[in-house]
């Protein structure tokens, strides 16, 4: 047996089971068809007006985004770190040193350039901004 045909047979096994799950519940749930459940609305109620014209604040999205990055890269640097002395006795500290600083480097204008379009600066509301001027 080849390491291809086990890697064949794993990723047909990685298919198979979440498939059989899916079909399997979809043979045991009950099916209760009613109006509300077929609403736009993800909870069922009745939505009121256009959708298109909710505005959704996008500092969410920018924050939830610079966290990932940020999480990832936390993912990167920590292996690095437990392997970076045996890897400087084996290449030496300029080539062990230098990939991880152009990684950092790289966040860090990535961070530069957001912090500077205002997407980790937090929006006021305007009552917030009566209240200070009060």
Do not use: C, H
Request: hydrophobic letters at 55%; a negative charge.
């Amino acid at each position: 047996m080849s390491e291809w045909t086990a890697i064949g047979a794993l990723a047909v096994i990685a298919v198979l089971i979440p498939l059989s799950m899916m079909f399997a519940s979809w043979l045991i749930r009950p099916s209760v068809p009613e109006q509300g459940k077929r609403a736009t609305y993800e909870s069922g109620e009745i939505p009121t007006g256009n959708t298109y014209q909710i505005r959704f604040n996008i500092q969410y999205y920018m924050i939830a985004l610079l966290f990932v990055v940020f999480d990832v890269e936390t993912i990167f640097i920590i292996p690095w770190t437990v392997i970076f002395e045996d890897a400087v006795e084996t290449v030496g500290l300029v080539d062990a040193f230098l990939p991880m600083i152009v990684f950092v480097g790289t966040l860090v204008i990535a961070l530069a350039w957001a912090w500077r379009k205002g997407a980790v600066q937090w929006t006021k509301s305007p009552r917030a901004e009566r209240q200070r001027m009060e």
